[in-house]
């Protein structure tokens, strides 16, 4: 169990103690969306780290979708 902690323009926000494999998730999304855990992060590019996971998810979420119907027919 680990906490995240982030700033965002001057101010830090930290989670409640959470699973490591999720942590680790949300420390990679951060990093490829150039989010840095140590350093003030503006909300605009907190904005396009959130769109680009929501993104993320919409795909899947079609995904699935498509391979239950999938599934469903045979």
């Known amino acids: 169990m680990r906490k995240v902690a982030l700033t965002v323009n001057g101010m830090r926000f930290k989670t409640k103690e959470l699973d490591e494999g999720f942590v680790d998730f949300v420390e990679d999304h951060f ?10 992060n503006s909300a605009e590019r907190l904005f396009i780290a959130y769109l680009k996971l929501a993104g993320k998810y919409y795909r899947d979420e079609k995904e699935i979708k498509t391979l239950l119907k999938e599934i469903e027919t045979l």
Do not use: K, M, S, W
Not at 31 to 40: F, M, S, T
């Open 31 to 40: 990093r490829d969306a150039q989010i840095n855990l140590h350093e003030d």
